[in-house]
């Protein structure tokens, strides 16, 4: 009997945690790769209205963003205001950005440049013309009008 | 010298490194992708471009929105949940109302006898570069008729005219895109299904199987949603 009792503490080892850094590595890896640095301060308050026929935007950093709605600091009015990267601009303002994001960019990626538009549900559609019209002038045609997934007859 | 062996670097703050840096981006990463209504917006159009030639009214479905969020379809007021419907028969014609457009019938004989004129020509004067986009474009429609058998085809001029008023709410005019893209997508899955046995939104644009399917239909159902140049149509602010 006393042949096959262990001699010594019984009691389960510690796992090892040699691997623990492997493992973090791994999701560290992962998330590095998914993080996308480019978000900007919201500036302007936006809900943005809903709709069905969506598509899904596929490249994140070909997508360069006009954020349009109220000042959220009413420093700045109640009237609806035009956000570009971080800060607050004008209609006049968006030809000579969208140069100059085309011309930070790779030569093969420039045709698949999109403009997404996020505008607040409450804006007049003055304004959202005259950015078309924008930039239609700069040939940045290809736009997207960024919306929630849901019915568009609540809106 | 004597040479002391290398100590070995303690690995154990490893983890606490890379965890701090793991934390650092769980944070920033924002996960939510980004969607939305896609529109290719026309060209600016040059001073010096001569007037386009006029359309039949028939072939045009004029929807209007003014400032205070009221649609008006083809001179008639119309709630939004109707103008799926309404955008639906425009596409389809299914009663041969003498306000929406004509649809022809393309035939495969029909098709095969204007590539075979194409053709004909562009071995004559090969340098044609007109004549080089309709034979592509002939060539297309008989890829179509290849894949889900002849079809009727909407006039090349036949098109949605989408007008807003600088009041207009935002938010309506999204519904307006929206209903209209969700009546041709509609049309398009039911076309889809019955040919393919599988919805138009399912098909893969990467795979060279669908990819034909995907232009058949869209040869039969075009997008054809045109946005007048801006005006001021009530004056409403």
Redesign the interface.
Known sequence: MSKFTRKGKKGTPAVS?AS??DI??M??FF??V????R?DDPKVSISK?S???????EK?SL?DYINVGTPIDTRFGTEPKIQLDDSFAEVADIQFWIKENRDKRDEAEKPLI?T?LK????????V??DI??E???A???????????GS??D? | MARRPLQEIN?GS??DI??L??IF??V????D????????????IPDDMPEPPPVKKRNVYEVLVN?RNQLLVENERMD??DLKEGAKMFYTNPNQDPDLPILTRQTRANVQENINLLQQALAKDPSNKQLKTDLKKWQGKMSAIELIGEYDELPTSALISLQ????????????V???L??AI?ELRNELSEEKFGVAYSELNPALSDDKPKILAIRAVYPQRISEAE?KDISGG?
């Open positions: 945690t623990l850094p973090i590595f999701l560290l998330f590095m998914v993080t996308v640095m978000e209205p709709a069905t026929e969506t598509e899904k935007l994140k997508v999109t997404s505008v607040d549900s409450d804006v007049q559609m003055g959202v013309t078309k019209q930039l239609r002038e040939q940045a045609l290809k736009i997207n009008y960024s919306v929630n997934k568009a007859l809106n | 690995a490893m983890a890379a965890f840096l793991l981006f769980l920033t990463t924002t996960m992708q980004d969607i939305g209504i896609l529109r290719q917006l026309p060209p600016p400032s939004v949940r807003n008023d600088r009041g207009t709410k935002y938010s309506m005019y999204i519904t895109q929206n209903e893209s969700a997508n801006p602010n």
